[in-house]
């Protein structure tokens, strides 16, 4: 079972589509031109049924086996959104939008699961139903959180759920998986700590929330250090600190922004019981007033044995042996489409995307090459799983 030759025949046509979602990225919720793309192409596929404005800006198509006896109903889903970041390739097909770019490959994700409707649709051959999920928004605005919540997954009878990454530094067309905890907890952190405004040539005349934030982001950092077990693992990270207009001005607050990363809950409530104690006594020492927000955002991703080990064995057979990591590392990186395996049983894969700039980088690019192993993977696993019995 390796690459599908029809496949493999499409690759330039897919990566056409690909470049043409690079070049117009669209951040979350605002996939209006994308959506719109995804949904005519999905319709000239003769797809079943073509849904639009699912969690706002996604769409979901359904494809019917040649048989129906089996009564399964098995769901794609990749993520169709962009990132706040000014584009640095140079390609030829880079951004035209300033500002936004497709640096985490979801222009490549989108193109793929396009590309295995396009399979499916000619073929049909499976017992049963697929359905092809375009999810919008997965940048930390939580569109897999927005679709479940609609009812989507019971709205199409959806009874497993798969998704699959690029990930850059692994061989193109490889894969990785593990059963369990894939990607971990992702938490937001929202602080403000306020002061008393005055020269900077009197700042005993005032209280510095420039000195007091300097002093919460150093405490922060020594919580994992010392109340997270070494055995266990957390992420705590500061990523943008707001304050003041001048260097002769001592302002009268300062606004920071952060996020934390947990693999079970147990470590997550003492992350966050830690981070508003760390952060309210050290302002409090200080002179300072302060707001902290905990808020509770992406859950742990987790993969399901049985569907791990399946999805495992058809990346195998794409692939060839020796080229399945079924032990990868988890990450601290977050995924929403842990909502949708909160919601159903099905795994997360990751794809080889080779030597290339890392995901969120500006230099950052989609592999091409690994469209045909990408799109097989898709169109294998519906047939497999719903196999003819012919």
């Given at each position: 079972?390796?690459?599908?030759?029809?496949?493999?025949a499409?690759?330039?046509?897919?990566?056409?589509?690909?470049?043409?979602?690079?070049?117009?990225?669209?951040?979350?919720?605002?996939?209006?031109?994308?959506?719109?793309?995804?949904?005519?192409?999905?319709?000239?596929?003769?797809?079943?049924?073509?849904?639009?404005g699912?969690?706002?800006?996604?769409?979901?198509?359904?494809?019917?086996?040649?048989k129906q006896?089996?009564?399964?109903v098995?769901?794609?889903?990749?993520?169709?959104?962009?990132?706040p970041?000014?584009e640095?390739?140079?390609?030829?097909?880079?951004?035209?939008?300033?500002?936004?770019?497709?640096?985490?490959?979801?222009?490549?994700?989108?193109a793929?699961?396009?590309?295995?409707?396009?399979?499916?649709g000619?073929?049909?051959?499976?017992?049963?139903t697929?359905?092809?999920?375009?999810?919008?928004?997965?940048?930390?605005?939580?569109?897999?959180?927005e679709?479940?919540?609609?009812?989507?997954?019971?709205?199409?009878?959806v009874?497993?759920?798969?998704?699959?990454?690029?990930?850059?530094?692994?061989?193109?067309?490889?894969?990785a998986?593990?059963?369990g905890?894939?990607m971990?907890?992702?938490?937001?952190?929202?602080?403000?700590?306020?002061?008393?405004?005055?020269h900077?040539?009197?700042?005993?005349?005032?209280?510095?929330?420039?000195?007091?934030?300097?002093?919460?982001?150093?405490?922060?950092?020594?919580?994992?250090?010392?109340n997270?077990?070494?055995?266990?693992?957390?992420?705590?990270?500061i990523?943008r600190?707001?304050g003041?207009?001048?260097?002769?001005?001592?302002?009268?607050?300062?606004?920071?922004?952060?996020?934390?990363?947990?693999f079970?809950?147990?470590?997550?409530?003492i992350?966050?019981?830690?981070?508003?104690?760390?952060v309210?006594f050290?302002?409090?020492?200080?002179?300072?007033?302060?707001?902290?927000?905990y808020?509770?955002?992406?859950?742990?991703?987790?993969?399901?044995?049985?569907?791990?080990?399946?999805?495992?064995?058809?990346?195998?057979?794409?692939?060839?042996?020796?080229?399945?990591?079924?032990?990868?590392?988890?990450?601290?990186?977050?995924?929403d489409?842990?909502?949708?395996?909160?919601?159903?049983?099905?795994?997360?894969i990751?794809?080889?995307?080779?030597?290339?700039?890392?995901?969120?980088?500006?230099?950052?690019?989609?592999?091409?090459?690994?469209?045909?192993a990408?799109?097989?993977?898709w169109?294998?696993?519906?047939e497999?799983?719903?196999a003819?019995?012919?």
């Open positions: 079972m390796p690459i599908i030759n029809s496949i493999a499409m690759r330039d046509e897919i990566a056409e589509w690909r470049r043409d979602i690079h070049a117009n990225p669209e951040l979350g919720f605002e996939e209006v031109r994308t959506s719109g793309l995804v949904a005519e192409q999905l319709r000239s596929f003769g797809c079943d049924e073509v849904a639009t699912i969690g706002r800006t996604g769409v979901v198509a359904v494809i019917k086996g040649r006896g089996s009564g399964k098995i769901g794609l889903r990749c993520d169709m959104d962009a990132l970041i000014d640095a390739t140079g390609l030829p097909y880079a951004s035209n939008n300033a500002g936004v770019m497709h640096a985490c490959g979801h222009d490549g994700h989108t793929m699961l396009l590309g295995a409707a396009k399979y499916l000619e073929t049909r051959n499976f017992d049963g697929a359905v092809l999920i375009f999810q919008p928004a997965e940048e930390g605005k939580g569109g897999g959180r679709m479940v919540n609609e009812g989507m997954l019971d709205r199409f009878g009874q497993e759920v798969y998704g699959m990454h690029n990930k850059p530094g692994m061989a193109p067309g490889s894969f998986i593990r059963p905890p894939m971990a907890a992702a938490d937001r952190i929202f602080i403000e700590v306020r002061g008393k405004g005055t900077a040539a009197y700042p005993h005349l005032g209280i510095d929330p420039i000195v007091a934030a300097s002093h919460i982001v150093v405490a922060l950092q020594s919580i994992v250090a010392r997270i077990n070494p055995l266990q693992c957390a992420v705590i990270t990523g600190i707001r003041g207009h001048a260097g002769n001005v001592v302002p009268a607050d300062v606004k920071l922004l952060g996020t934390a990363r947990t079970s809950p147990e470590i997550q409530d992350v966050e019981k830690r981070v508003v104690e760390t309210e050290t302002a409090r020492a200080l002179g300072a007033e302060v707001d902290v927000t808020k509770r955002d992406y859950p742990v991703t987790i993969n399901a044995e049985r569907e791990t080990r399946f999805a495992a064995g058809v990346a195998e057979a794409i692939a060839g042996e020796g080229k399945v990591n079924l032990d990868v590392e988890p990450s601290m990186g977050a995924e489409f842990s909502f949708m395996l909160n919601a159903r049983p099905g795994a997360m990751w794809i080889g995307n080779g030597d290339t700039a890392n995901l969120h980088n500006p230099a950052y690019n989609f592999n091409d090459d690994i469209i045909p990408g799109v097989s993977y169109a294998k696993l519906v497999t799983a719903m003819t019995g012919d």
